[in-house]
């Protein structure tokens, strides 16, 4: 019943209001993860609070914002491998170390029986440190064995706070300053709404130490090509974000304004599914002169039903997730836009509401290429049975679905409206941009255990 989990989110702060910003870091991510939260501070050696659900429900904010430590680091989780558990929320810490990771290390298996990668991250680290290397060159020589996408925050127990990206650029990670306040961030929009201002994008490969000092330390290792998840400009990031310089907000348009010229459909109104699809919409509104209708209304009080740890939850949320405006589409042609199909049953069930409301036709337009292959970088489907458009064509697809017709982007497409031609598109192509070739079917026995 799901469609896709996001990535999680990490948030770091360097400064004398620092638990506060991380804490205010955390909900403005909250879009990342809403499964479990925390955060890991400086106070006589290293201590973290976290807990299961929503910021405000993981965190207690009276007992959080009296914490005084000027170096912290944060975490929102959805769990990409392990489960929904309070042992394996993070940040994940030792008395050495606290680890707040965004992404999946494809190859954490092959170095013992770990239950999740952060977990991994944090004994490799710690092994090596333990056997004299600074961590800085602990790190590179993490980054030298892992294969994968990371983006994540660290903090050891001498208030040195580190932000590392892996070379292929997967991930996003931002730099910046609120006051006197140093920050990272999984998305430039946090930092810009807690009224700071942006410094930089982390590099593909690079790594970012802020000393207790203040005093920044920044090492590259080499990176031969950038692959950014093509679905963080697509959906996973707010719009208001810009990644590597490029406006989230408007690459949404761009995908619209694309699927409008190329894949017209005879309507009355434009429908978008809230809340990414809304900029897709509108774009597609632009284009075609179509107007749009905000016809279907997400119900406040629903979580994102594609972060739910389990079918059962999903399920519920689904079923309450929406409700349709009768009057708006009652003997209308729609064309509904959704920013991506995955496995399929919410748009079903979209459309049989639609149908039901008097709807007259229904065509469905995707402003993203079909998805017919699992990944392995951080994006929670990797088993390619789940997968509608795994084996079929849009026309069995949109018999399956209910609609009249469906068209998706093609990839160059997407790369066209997004305007970046290096982006990781495995999950469209089944090409994957890692160091090695594993197994799809060793790896899906890996990640669906």
């Known amino acids: 019943m799901m469609k896709i989990k996001e990535h999680c989110g990490i948030f770091a702060t360097i400064g004398d209001r620092s638990v506060k910003y991380t804490y205010e870091g955390l909900k403005l991510l909250q879009h990342r993860g809403q499964e479990s939260a925390g ?10 609070v976290k807990g299961l659900g929503l910021v405000e429900e993981a965190l207690n904010e009276s007992e959080v914002l009296q914490i005084r430590s000027k170096f912290s680091i944060g975490h929102v989780r959805y769990s990409t491998t392990g489960k929904t558990t309070l042992q394996e929320a993070q940040p994940l810490n030792n008395d050495k170390l606290s680890i707040a990771f965004n992404g999946t290390i494809t190859n954490y298996f092959e170095f013992g029986n770990y239950k999740t990668d952060t977990e991994f991250i944090l004994d490799f680290l710690s092994k090596e440190i333990k056997e004299g290397k600074d961590i800085v060159d602990a790190v590179k020589h993490f980054m030298d064995i892992a294969d994968g996408a990371y983006s994540m925050v660290i903090l050891d127990d001498k208030n040195r706070v580190l932000a590392v990206r892996d070379p292929k650029g997967f991930r996003p990670l931002v730099m910046g300053k609120i006051d006197e306040n140093m920050v990272f961030s999984s998305e430039d929009s946090a930092i810009k709404q807690l009224g700071g201002k942006i410094i930089k994008d982390i590099l593909p490969g690079e790594i970012v130490l802020v000393n207790p000092d203040g005093k920044l330390l920044s ?19 707010r719009a208001d974000s810009k990644i590597d310089g490029i406006s989230v907000y408007m690459a949404r348009i761009r995908l619209g304004e694309i699927l409008a010229r190329n894949h017209p459909a005879k309507a009355d ?17 632009r284009e075609s002169n179509i107007p749009l209708e905000e016809a279907l209304i997400r119900t406040i009080v629903s979580k994102r039903s594609f972060i739910m740890p389990t ?8 079923e309450e997730k929406f409700g349709i405006v009768e009057d708006a589409v009652r003997d209308k042609r729609i064309v509904i836009i959704d920013d991506s199909i995955v496995r399929g049953n919410t748009m079903k069930r979209i459309i ?29 489907f990797p088993n390619r049975k789940e997968l509608i458009a ?5 026309e069995e697809i949109s018999k399956i679905l209910g609609a009249d017709s469906i068209e998706y982007l093609t990839v160059k497409e997407m ?12 999950c469209f192509t089944g090409i994957y941009p890692l160091k090695r070739n594993y197994s799809l079917q060793i790896m899906e026995n890996v990640f669906n255990r």
């Open 39 to 48: 955060i890991s501070y400086t106070e006589g050696g290293i201590k973290t």
């Open 219 to 237: 090492e590259k290792v080499p990176s031969t090509s950038f692959h950014t998840c093509a679905f963080e400009y697509i959906y996973f990031s």
């Open 269 to 285: 109104i434009v429908v978008p599914i809230p809340e990414s699809s809304r900029p897709i919409a509108i774009g597609y509104s």
């Open 311 to 318: 079918n059962d939850k999903r399920k519920s949320v689904l």
């Open 352 to 380: 049989t509401l639609l149908r039901n409301s008097g709807a007259k036709e229904i065509h469905v337009r995707v402003g993203s290429p079909m998805i017919r292959y699992p990944c392995y970088m951080g994006i929670d």
């Open 390 to 394: 795994s084996d079929k064509k849009e």
């Open 415 to 426: 790369k066209e409206a997004i305007g970046k031609e290096s982006l990781c598109s495995a």
